[in-house]
């Protein structure tokens, strides 16, 4: 999923998007990407998604919900799109 990441990140860096990218190759990997999930308050949606990877969960903050999923099969407009519908705009 990294281009169409990176993408993303692009456009919406200016827009309070964070794209947070938890790597579970390795123990060491999966620990700190735990702890990442803990600092962003996600620690509940890290523990019963992992560690299944090939996804981007859009997480409302103040609720703590999921809001849309994508993955590399959407395109960029799709991502976008769903973005976009999540931001309000």
Do not use: Q
Not at 24 to 32: G, H, L, P
């Amino acid at each position: 999923m990294g281009p169409i990441v990176e993408e993303a990140k692009k456009l919406y860096v200016d827009k309070g998007v964070a794209f947070v990218t938890f790597d579970f190759t390795t123990d060491e990997t999966t620990e700190a990407a735990k702890k990442a999930a803990a600092a962003y308050g996600v620690l509940d949606l890290f523990e019963k998604n992992a560690p299944r990877t090939g996804f981007c969960l859009l997480v409302d903050p103040r609720k703590h919900e999921v809001v849309g999923t994508l993955t590399a099969r959407n395109s960029i407009d799709d991502w976008k799109a769903t973005i976009d519908k999540v931001l309000g705009g």
